[in-house]
């Protein structure tokens, strides 16, 4: 599954950006991480979302290409980190551990600057958040509490 979404409202509204409170649903509940997820908002800039949404308005929010964002931004890095071990101690012929260590440390930080850099690049349209109007009661919503409606 390449796609997932959120449900929330609207808390403010600015010139340039959506503040929006997540609701909280199962998935939260039965996480571990859930005492430590002090983050339950997320800011939207207006020109990706659009306009026309109102301050405690419901809306929903999909996060297109999951899959593919997360392994760009967590095993590209890793990788650049054991590339930046293995190439230095197989072709180079280097033994020092701790200049392993900063090879690899460098060679990721360096993935974190080509990523950012190949986003630039991206599809905006294909990586962005997209908000949507929460119309359909056969969804989690702020009157259900984050559950399915009956």
């Known amino acids: 599954m390449s796609d997932s979404c959120e449900f929330g409202r609207i808390a403010e509204v600015t010139d340039t950006q959506y503040r929006i409170v997540l609701d909280e649903n199962s998935s939260c509940k039965s996480?571990?991480?859930?005492?430590?997820?002090?983050?339950?908002?997320?800011?939207?800039?207006r020109d990706e979302a659009g306009t026309g949404f109102e301050v405690n308005e419901p809306v929903e929010l999909v996060f297109e290409k999951v899959v593919q964002t997360s392994f760009l931004l967590y095993m590209v890095p890793l990788i650049f980190f054991f590339l930046g071990i293995l190439v230095p101690q197989y072709i180079f012929h280097i033994r020092n551990e701790l200049l392993l260590f900063v090879l690899a440390s460098g060679s990721m930080t360096l993935s974190f600057f080509l990523i950012r850099l190949f986003y630039r690049r991206l599809d905006?349209?294909?990586?962005?958040?997209?908000?949507?109007?929460?119309?359909k009661m056969d969804s989690p919503s702020l009157l259900t509490g984050g559950r399915y409606a009956n």
């Open 124 to 135: 905006k349209e294909t990586y962005r958040v997209k908000m949507q109007h929460k119309t």
């Open 31 to 45: 996480c571990g991480m859930n005492e430590l997820c002090a983050q339950k908002e997320i800011m939207i800039d």
